[in-house]
């Protein structure tokens, strides 16, 4: 249980520049892949 208050911000910046409503999600027609952060990073890690 952490008990800090989580504050929002509308105008915070990411990256420099304010993002819209849907910037960070994959819009219409996105193509999703069905690999798992662990499979990639087996596949991406040199030496395994």
């Known amino acids: 249980g952490d008990s800090r208050e989580v504050v929002t911000d509308p105008l915070a910046r990411y990256f420099g520049s304010v993002p819209g409503e849907r ?5 219409e027609g996105a193509m999703l892949g069905k690999i798992t952060y662990r499979e ?4 991406n890690t040199p030496g395994k």
């Open 40 to 43: 990639w990073l087996d596949q």
């Open 23 to 27: 910037t960070l999600v994959p819009g």
